[in-house]
């Protein structure tokens, strides 16, 4: 099979509920970039990749479209169910990038699962289960109102909530995952996100002040080694999120034990085939990892269950997806979303999602 065109596509998403707050930023909107390969064949893959804003991490939807540009025209000829050969040639046209790569990634695999009639996740060791249990993350406020959200998504069904903190004073972190211990304690596993926002003295303050309440802390301090050298000062497990940019990293950080597990997204470390990989390392540990992405659609949220559904169930930390503030996105028909705490995973050959092309106009860029 060949390549013979690549069309890349923007299309903005919301946000449900008007805002997401996190660490220093305020989500209102997003413009995820999606790509459609078309084979020889006849047969097209669809990927996508969707920075949730430009100070998230070092990736913003305009890169991520100037990447795509910038490699589309040299994959023309190539196969795309040879998705190793496949990253090869991106890495020969363009240094870095992961997550631009991971969209063409993403439609590759979605490509070959239609061409040889299977499911991605069976592309990549099959699936252990077909509902993976979602997570859901609480937008930064008042330990009132996390207090209420935590109990209302505990009802519908989460067994996983991620508290989203920093960016105010420490004191306010500390009333609000006390509000929420309150509230659904031993109910759900608690986790206390700062998204790189907090001094190591504040982690330290949040800790000693909350010894008594089982959390993980997700990604407390911006760089990797303030994070690792805060854990050796506090009780609660620290999990790695924006700080594992690549695989030579996790390899790194799992290799040296400098953490006790990941927030993972697939688009960051450049798409399904390394996220395999990512797991699979993640195994040979015993580390505890998500399997999400930062935002996106369906094409994003049906490649993270892909793979979620292919992880070790004792080492699988559930996977976020945006569908909770996005709604459906692009297959009307079949969207991917969480029912009652988890997310069944899409049938069908290849991701099993079906974008509506009318919902995207005119691609930006074709090859
Ligand atoms: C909760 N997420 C998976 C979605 C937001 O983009 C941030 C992210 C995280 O864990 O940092
Ligand atoms: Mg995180």
Redesign the pocket.
């Known amino acids: 099979m060949r390549i013979t065109n690549i069309a890349i596509y923007t299309h903005d998403l919301t946000v449900a509920q008007g805002m997401y707050r996190?660490s220093h930023s305020a989500i209102t909107t997003l413009q995820s970039t999606l790509v459609k390969i078309t084979s020889d064949t006849g047969l097209v893959g669809w990927g996508e990749t969707c920075p949730?804003g430009p100070v998230?991490q070092p990736q913003h939807a305009l890169g991520a479209q100037a990447a795509l540009i910038q490699m589309a025209q040299g994959l023309i000829g190539a196969d795309p169910t040879k998705i190793g050969v496949l990253h090869h040639r991106m890495d020969g046209l363009l240094t870095g990038h992961n997550y631009a790569k991971a969209a063409l990634d993403i439609a590759a695999h979605d490509l070959t699962g239609k061409f040889f009639n299977v499911p991605v996740a069976e592309l990549i060791g099959g699936a252990l289960t077909n509902r993976v249990p979602a997570y859901f993350?609480i937008s930064a406020g008042s330990p009132e109102a996390t207090a209420e959200t935590a109990a209302m998504r505990v009802a519908e069904g989460y067994r996983r909530l991620?508290l989203k903190i920093s960016g105010r004073p420490v004191q306010d972190d500390i009333a609000a995952v006390r509000a929420v211990a309150q509230r659904v304690r031993g109910a759900v596993r608690l986790v206390v996100?700062a998204?790189r926002g907090m001094l190591m003295r504040d982690v330290i303050e949040l800790s000693s002040q909350c010894e008594d309440i089982p959390f993980i802390l997700?990604?407390p301090c911006n760089m990797l080694e303030e994070n690792v050298a805060v854990r050796q000062r506090v009780r609660h497990p620290v999990y790695l999120?924006?700080s594992t940019e690549n695989t030579s990293v996790v390899l790194h950080t799992v290799g040296q034990q400098l953490c006790d597990g990941f927030?993972m997204k697939v688009t960051r470390v450049g798409g399904i085939r390394p996220m395999s990989l990512v797991r699979d390392v993640c195994q040979i540990r015993s580390m505890p990892h998500t399997v999400?992405?930062?935002?996106g659609g369906d094409i994003i949220a049906a490649a993270c269950v892909h793979v979620g559904a292919t992880v070790r169930p004792d080492l699988y930390e559930g996977t976020?997806i945006a569908e909770p503030f996005t709604g459906p996105t692009y297959d009307p028909r079949n969207p991917v979303r969480v029912v009652d705490g988890v997310t069944p995973v899409p049938e069908g050959p290849g991701l099993g999602v079906l974008p509506d092309e009318h919902l995207l106009g005119a691609p930006i860029a074709e090859f």
């Open positions: 996190m949730v998230y993350s991620q996100d998204n997700e990604q999120d924006e927030g999400d992405d930062s935002w976020w």
